[in-house]
């Protein structure tokens, strides 16, 4: 195929400045994207998500660039433009001007990849590999990497402001492979907004694979905001590790993009952890959100939850897939899944699977699934007090999607979010 | 006001309303009873604008113009007020939300600017207060997990801030309790005037101990089949409607 001899010359390059055991690491997931190479739909896993516009557009993997971006133009699209702790990379390097790391408290070490020596740069490759290695676009990423960051919380510190964390992409046709690190020592707790932003209205793709270490009775909170140029491609793979009474609570918020898959997992390892995965997707033009997310419960005495709602107007796409394992031995869990879809053109759609493999016997689970239209009696009761029915819908849509938002737990990032998702619903 | 001339509406082919006359000038109460199922809410809903139920044959005029043309939310507008028998559960949309669209939607038709936050607020307190409610119940969704009573005074609060020139209360003294339906009676008692006009639709004389109707009528199979002053309305209350309707003898419910 055209594409991988394209992507082989972008390996080559990538890898030329390596030492020998990065490249060795690139290596082996280059001949496993070789080998897997575009996931197709005839695999369970790709079933309802096509590959082959991703596969038309010889992306290229462009680092050196050097970003003429105005601090103003930058400041006008962030999420939180006052944030205390901002990260902002553009085009994948820390934009020193626009980011504030100088508040943090001493327990929070952040380092990009830039900064990172061949040796942290190994480490954290070996740390990923797993992840590396799931199929063929993660393996590409472990190929082609060449940005990202880490982000560790020591023990006991917490971090009481968010970390906005922004990626801004400026230019067309390029990609991004990034790898992402958050560890949340024990007992600390951190709150992350990470938001993916563009300049360009033209095809270009973020690939992004991130693991999480949320230590003993630690805490994180993590807001997922997706603001992907029109054209723009997003993939990310996501890998949580949770271990006793740990709390994870992550809001998925996919608003644009052409064509978006998030793969989720958390692992819950130790007694009393407890995690969320909320999300929401609105998808107004022909293009695709795609969610694919694991709660797996491997110890007794654990809970989850987890609410995903979608609203799918013109050939909007979405596909659903939440996965609930519960092992053997995960006595007590609790947990709860749903998946509620707005549909509100004859053209658009949503596959929605909840998957519930449950190997242990004393456990509530609970899951709900539902795609339905406006409600005609509610839009009726709204447009009899004199709303006018463009509004009145709209009012239901903000109400339908509002609830994801509502569970934030941060009171001001729950009003900041409600507002975005109101602002999104005028389009 | 109001003039029915000859209304007939049919729901999934199936004839309902066959025949209605009826008008109602400004400063007038009128009240409807009639049996289960005779067409009340049908009636209501009619002039509210719901579009399932089609209008077969008559007319209907509101201060002068055809109400039957114009949009739902146009009639509301217009000052034309519906409370329904069940008011429908919103999740998501706040209470205050819908009271505030609503608001500046009339007062938008009306030519007169949005009002600010602080005069809205102090508003909608005024009237919650009125309406002896917790001002919490401003910031839940509408009519979510509402109480039945609760969710009738709702509809109530609702009308007590859009001051509509035409309330029509479909049985929103069903499911009340006493002190509840005092506090909804001094709601409507506190709007009339002789500028405005009410239907109440109602199975009780209880209500109509509270609100004093001018007219009653006796909507059944359809029609309006018995018109008199508030005394109807005692003798209904005694007699039931066999009296008046003999098909309602042998009232059956067909489910
Ligand atoms: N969507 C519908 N499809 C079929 N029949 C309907 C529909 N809506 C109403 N009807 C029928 O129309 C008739 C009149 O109903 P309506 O609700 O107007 O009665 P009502 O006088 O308000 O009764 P109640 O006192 O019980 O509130 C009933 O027989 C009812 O079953
Ligand atoms: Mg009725």
Redo the contacts with the bound molecule.
């Keep these: 195929m055209e594409v991988i001899s394209h992507y082989q010359e972008q390996f080559a390059a990538v890898s030329q400045h390596d030492s020998p055991s990065i490249k060795a690491y690139r290596q082996r997931a280059w001949e496993k994207f070789a080998a897997l190479s575009f996931p197709t739909l005839k695999m369970e896993d790709w079933k309802y998500t096509s590959t082959a516009a991703l596969q038309k557009l010889p992306f290229s993997v462009n680092s050196s660039l050097a970003s003429k971006t105005s601090k103003e133009s930058v400041l006008s699209r962030l999420l939180i433009a006052q944030a205390t702790h901002k990260i902002v990379l553009i085009d994948g390097q820390l934009s020193q001007e626009n980011s504030s790391l100088d508040k943090l408290p001493k327990g929070v070490m952040v380092k990009d990849w830039a900064a990172m020596t061949q040796n942290e740069r190994e480490q954290l490759q070996q740390q990923l590999a797993p992840l590396h290695h799931t199929d063929g676009l993660s393996a590409l990423n472990g190929a082609l990497v060449n940005q990202g960051m880490t982000l560790e919380v020591k023990e006991g510190c917490e971090v009481n402001e968010p970390v906005l964390l922004v990626h801004l992409v400026t230019e067309p046709m390029n990609a991004h492979f990034a790898v992402q690190q958050i560890k949340v020592g024990q007992g600390a707790k951190l709150t992350v907004v990470e938001q993916f932003i563009s300049l360009t209205e033209e095809p270009y793709l973020n690939s992004t694979v991130q693991s999480y270490l949320i230590e003993d009775k630690a805490s994180l909170n993590y807001i997922k905001v997706q603001q992907e140029g029109k054209e723009g491609f997003h993939l990310s793979y996501t890998d949580i590790k949770q271990q006793k009474e740990s709390y994870f609570h992550g809001s998925y918020f996919a608003l644009s993009g052409q064509w978006a898959r998030n793969t989720i997992s958390t692992v819950l390892t130790g007694a009393g952890a407890h995690a969320t995965l909320n999300g929401m997707y609105h998808i107004t033009q022909k293009s695709l959100q795609d969610f694919h997310t694991l709660i797996h419960h491997q110890v007794a005495d654990c809970s989850s939850s987890e609410l995903f709602k979608g609203v799918l107007d013109g050939a909007g796409r979405a596909v659903f897939n939440g996965r609930i394992l519960v092992d053997q031995d995960a006595q007590h869990t609790q947990s709860e899944q749903a998946n509620h879809n707005l549909i509100l053109s004859d053209q658009a759609g949503v596959d929605t699977k909840p998957q519930l493999e449950i190997f242990a016997d004393d456990v509530k689970c609970a899951h709900g699934t539902t795609i339905g239209q406006i409600n005609e009696e509610q839009w009726f009761y709204l447009c009899s007090r004199g709303i006018n029915k463009d509004l009145a819908k709209k009012m239901l849509i903000e109400g339908f999607v509002v609830e994801v938002a509502h569970q934030i737990n941060d009171a001001e990032l729950r009003l900041l979010i409600e507002n975005l998702l109101r602002e999104n619903m005028n389009v | 006001m109001l003039e029915i001339k000859n209304l007939q509406a049919t ?2 082919e ?1 004839s ?1 309303l066959k025949g209605i006359n009826l008008t109602v000038n400004p400063g007038e109460v009128h009240a409807i009873m ?1 049996p ?7 009636l209501s809903n009619v002039l509210a604008g719901r579009e ?1 139920i089609d209008v077969t044959a008559g007319e209907v005029l509101y201060n002068g113009k055809n109400l039957l043309d114009m949009d739902v939310e146009e009639r509301a507008r217009e000052g034309l007020f519906l409370a329904f ?1 069940y008011p429908v559960e919103i999740p998501g949309v706040g209470n205050i939300y819908l009271l505030k669209a609503a608001l500046n939607a009339k007062r938008q038709h009306q030519g007169l600017p949005e009002l600010d936050a602080m005069d809205f607020l102090n508003l909608v307190k005024e009237k919650v207060k009125l309406m002896e409610m917790n001002e919490a119940m401003l910031y839940r969704s509408v009519n979510e997990g509402f109480s039945g009573g609760e969710k009738k005074r709702n509809e109530i609060l609702q009308m007590a801030v859009l001051e509509p020139t035409l309330a029509i209360l479909d ?1 929103t003294d069903s499911g009340l309790d006493i002190d509840a339906l005092k506090i909804v009676a001094k709601g409507v008692n506190s709007l009339r005037s002789p500028q405005r006009a009410m239907i109440l639709v109602t ?1 009780y004389q209880r209500l109509l101990d509270y609100i004093k109707p001018d007219f009653v009528h006796v ?1 059944a199979g359809g029609k309006i089949v018995r018109s008199g002053g508030p005394e109807l309305a005692l003798e209904l209350e005694k007699e039931g409607y066999a009296w008046i309707d003999p098909s309602a003898k042998q009232s059956t419910v067909n489910l």
């Design positions: 729901v999934a199936k309902i009639g289960n199922g005779s067409g009340k809410s049908t399932h028998q049985e199975h909507l």
